[in-house]
């Protein structure tokens, strides 16, 4: 069965440091999106991107946060100057259309020193 | 904005025992679903519900979605102890381009 993946599972970087997550998206999916979760907290969203363009974000999604999908394959996550408050688990996830449920990645556990 | 409220938050069973999740939203929605999460692991996608009165069931889970009172349940039938783990219901804002999740339900079933 098709899979989202995403990497690295698991990222440690110095506060003030520039990170990017990657996700590769199931290939037929037309929206995606990331979510982070705190331990053992709640899933909160973060952004969705459909058609090249963001159409949704949260609070949380400000000016350090953005997402590209360069290549029509991937799509990443990149956090300009991550914050201690930044440590979390961040999914990745893709949808077929508006109705189907979410198929969520394995995640990547960031940790900021 | 929406609220996706999940009681209870902690569950401890006895197996074989019978016991109900409900998922309470505070915006009109009739795209609901749920997900099962294991400890450090990512969220499994359980049950689609698209429409008032749906009721889905898959072995000893079965969820149903009531639009009108904004509410979903999760049944759990004589439950065992691979049924341990956190139960998550999400809400779709049709056109927001997003679930909204409930904090979760840890569900612990003992022997």
Redesign the interface.
């Given at each position: 069965e098709p899979e989202v993946t995403q990497t690295p599972s698991h990222q440690v970087t110095q506060m003030g440091q520039e990170v990017i997550l990657r996700c590769v998206p199931i290939s037929n999916h037309l929206?995606f999106?990331w979510?982070r979760q705190i331990l053992g907290?709640?899933?909160?969203?973060l952004v969705?991107f459909?058609n090249n363009e963001i159409?949704?974000k949260?609070e949380i999604f400000d000016d350090q946060f953005s997402v590209e999908r360069p290549d029509g394959s991937n799509f990443t996550l990149k956090i300009r100057s991550t914050k201690l408050e930044d440590s979390a688990m961040y999914?990745c996830a893709s949808r077929l259309q508006?109705?189907?449920?979410?198929?969520?990645?394995?995640?990547t556990r960031l940790t900021v020193t | 904005e929406l609220k996706v409220e999940q009681n209870p938050l902690f569950l401890s069973m006895q197996e074989e025992k019978n016991y109900t999740i409900y998922c309470n939203y505070s915006t009109t929605s009739d795209r609901l679903y749920w997900y099962r999460q294991d400890p450090g692991k990512s969220l499994e996608s359980l049950f689609v519900l698209l429409s008032n009165g749906a009721v889905k069931q898959e072995g000893r889970l079965m969820a149903s979605l009531d639009t009108k009172a904004r509410l979903s349940t999760l049944h759990i039938t004589a439950a065992v102890h691979d049924l341990s783990a956190t139960y998550f219901c999400a809400v779709d804002i049709g056109g927001a381009q997003k679930l909204v999740f409930g904090q979760g339900t840890r569900l612990t079933i003992n022997p």
């Open positions: 929206y999106y979510y907290q709640k899933v909160e969203f969705s459909y159409s949704e949260s999914f508006g109705n189907s449920p979410l198929h969520f990645g394995n995640g | -």
